[in-house]
């Protein structure tokens, strides 16, 4: 039976950071000296246990986010490891939304990178509790002052040193613990042991110095601390950390930590900086629910007494065992072969099975209880964002957002087998991916798949060649357009076959003209004394809606047009439901064409964060893109520029703005609205497109 003082030692850990400063490498040392693995994994060597997907282990990137258990001591510590590349930004926010702290790892030789200060922003919005890990300590032109110095700089963090480096590079032998007024020598090379040793002269020194540091850097933050400081001019050393621990929680300062995870370093002393400053379920404001179908807000306490309350935050479609939806539990308890209510859909549903997931493996379990991390064998009708909760109770938490997905490819099936598990695989990945959408172009039946960047789909379609065994041709990235009309036309459209038997008559007239932008395909009966039969009306309007999907300049979709029904005629025998809806088919294509159409372009929404120092540069860089400034605001020593700008004019700009700022730039984007292309680059569309069979 759970008890409600074990969350208390309950920790559910991010480990976050930019590519390649080591996370995955962090989490297998972990694993590895908690006990929860019995051989240490490497990424070079493709034997990472939460990089188990054979594309992250050929690349060395994390592309899922992976949940793994591990006890320290009385705790229990729930790691998500996850992808630092910014095509799979999705993964990080959507764990950053259920973990309670994170740990941010820096190269000790880069120090603050670009996705380092994504990540940060990202942790920033979920008010998430955060360490910091100065990983690589070992590496040539490791440099901790200026990498410290880069937390406050770059970060607008206010870093507490518990700990300080002994020997750097190649001499890095040790770390001095600022708390504990120890020394730690790492001299097994497997580090699964290390020595602890008194202090010498020269090191008593310095660990008195950061205490002292330490101590006027708590009393800044913390009222408990400041009222002791003043009255004493310092403070007792028993409550630095208890009052540590206070403005990490608070986010008003990040422990510091020191190692190298590849050479085996550290890793203890960080699962006990884990343990002793990043908060339990118990230290976190509660989660914000709603009553369903109403705007009463509900605070969600970490009561494992209390009624069920779960966010689905991940779901996988694993080869084994079928659909597995990965849930937080805020309050409760869920049990195996149970029933639970999909808050946001009002249906109920029996939980079969319980796992605790270790990355690709599970452990059947009886029950889940608030605080925890683990997934539901065989949900139905569940996605990412869903609550599920208890009949008696219903609560639905804040779903999560998604921009929206910003490039396409066609993917055409090279045989009818392969049409089919093109298919079934692609809604697995639908299901699986909240940034990931599939649609079918009408005309030319061509599947397209879109995602939020080239890398993005370039491993989807690895995943579907190689796991899923679809032989398929893939067409290059391409922009999803829209059109437009530009003035109203009235348009007869006829159909009429004669035949040995019935033939076939439909007749109608539309007035076709252009919508408000953003009000999308309206259609309205306009008719009078029974010119079009009303049995018909449904198959004219089937029959615009049909042909709106393929727009007369290149074949995107048509947006934002008003049709009415006007008129028409009908024969009392010949007329069907089939013959007016291909006139009217016929009668909106032709309409549109008259219609003086247009090109649409998708217009991003930007948001680009740089140093003040690269403002001027990156503002020349949007411009030349056809991109439009709208503000620009002070975020600390940084500077972010909303703006907007053409997708088709930012392929590449990743590449483009990391070299204009040193690789310390970064930038989101999400879909805002389309935009009519000038004459000029509608030339230039039609020319590159033109005689294509791949449309978005």
């Known amino acids: 039976m759970l008890d409600q003082n074990d969350l208390n030692n309950i920790r559910n850990i991010g480990i976050i950071a930019h590519i390649d400063a080591g996370k995955t490498t962090t989490s297998e040392r972990i694993l590895y000296y908690t006990g929860s693995t019995y051989k240490l994994g490497n990424v070079d060597d493709g034997n990472t246990t939460t990089d188990f997907l054979p594309q992250e282990r050929e690349r060395g990137i994390t592309i899922q986010s992976a949940v793994v258990t591990a006890f320290w001591k009385s705790f229990k510590i729930n790691i998500i490891d996850t992808p630092g590349h910014v095509d799979f930004t999705a993964e990080v926010e959507r764990a950053l939304r259920v973990l309670d702290g994170g740990i941010i790892i820096l190269s000790g030789v880069e120090g603050v990178q670009a996705q380092s200060e994504t990540v940060w922003r990202q942790a920033d919005k979920y008010h998430v509790p ?109 409550h630095v950390k208890p009052a540590l621990r206070r403005a990490t929680i608070a986010n008003l300062m990040v422990p510091v930590f020191i190692g190298s995870s590849f050479r085996n370093k550290g890793i203890q002393p960080l699962l006990d900086g884990i343990v002793d400053y990043l908060p339990s379920p118990l230290d976190v404001k509660p989660a914000v629910g709603k009553i369903p179908g109403t705007d009463e807000k509900v605070d969600v306490m970490s009561d494992v007494n209390g009624p069920l309350v779960a966010l689905v935050f991940k779901i996988v479609s694993d080869p084994y065992v079928g659909i597995l939806s990965y849930v937080r539990i805020y309050s409760g308890v869920m049990r195996s072969s149970s029933y639970v209510v999909n808050a ?74 392969d049409q089919q598990r093109l298919a079934a695989s692609l809604a697995k990945f639908a299901i699986e991916d909240p940034t990931f959408r599939i649609k079918t172009d009408e005309e030319t039946s061509e599947t397209i798949i879109s995602g939020m960047g080239e890398l993005h789909l370039e491993i989807i379609i690895d995943r579907l060649l190689r796991e899923y065994g679809v032989n398929a041709t893939v067409g290059e990235p391409q922009v999803a357009y829209r059109e437009a009309i530009g003035r109203e036309v009235v348009q007869q459209g006829r159909y009429i ?78 007329s069907s439901e089939m013959a007016f809806k291909i006139a009217a088919s016929k009668a909106l294509r032709e309409g549109c064409t008259k219609a003086s159409p247009f090109l649409l372009e998708p217009i991003m929404k930007l948001e680009i964060v740089v140093p003040k120092e690269n403002i001027g540069d990156v503002i020349g860089s949007v411009t030349a893109r056809r991109g439009t400034i709208q503000q620009i605001q002070d975020r600390g020593h940084l500077q972010v520029v909303e703006s907007s700008a053409p997708l088709a004019a930012m392929f590449g700009y990743t590449t483009i703005l990391r070299s204009l700022t040193q690789g310390r730039g970064s930038f989101s984007m999400e879909f805002s609205h389309y935009q009519k292309v000038s004459e000029d680059v509608r030339e230039q569309v039609v020319t590159k497109f033109e005689g294509s069979s791949s449309k978005a």
């Open 130 to 238: 955060r360490i910091v890990y100065i990983n690589k300590y070992d590496r040539v032109g490791v440099d901790f002052d200026k990498t410290v110095a880069a937390i406050r700089e770059k970060l607008g963090a206010r870093p507490g040193l518990v700990q300080l480096p002994v020997g750097k590079e190649d001499t890095f032998v040790g770390i001095l613990d600022v708390m504990e007024a120890k020394k730690y020598l790492f001299t097994d090379p497997t580090g699964e042991t290390y020595e602890t040793v008194e202090l010498d002269e020269s090191e008593a020194a310095q660990v008195a110095q950061a205490r002292e540091h330490l101590i006027e850097a708590v009393a800044e933050v913390d009222d408990e601390a400041l009222e002791e400081y003043v009255a004493t001019s310092t403070m007792e050393w028993g």
């Open 497 to 574: 076959k004669q035949t040995g038997g019935h033939g076939q008559y439909g007749d109608v007239v539309l007035r076709i003209t252009p919508g408000e932008r953003g009000t999308g395909i309206v259609f309205v009966n306009k008719t009078v004394g029974g010119s079009v039969p009303k049995q018909f009306v449904s198959s004219v309007e089937a029959g615009v809606r049909e042909a709106v999907t393929s727009g007369p300049i290149l074949g995107f979709p048509l947006v934002d047009v008003t049709v009415a029904l006007t008129d028409g005629s009908y024969h009392p025998v010949d």
């Open 344 to 417: 946001n859909k009002g249906d109920k549903q029996r939980v079969s099975r319980l796992l605790r997931m270790h990355a690709n493996k599970r452990e059947d379990v009886e029950e889940l209880g608030a605080g925890d991390l683990g997934a539901i064998v065989g949900s139905r009708d569940v996605i990412t964002g869903t609550t599920l909760c208890d009949e008696e109770k219903l609560i639905q938490l804040e779903t999560m957002h998604f921009p929206e997905p910003v490039v396409s490819v066609a993917v055409e099936p090279k045989t009818k087998a």
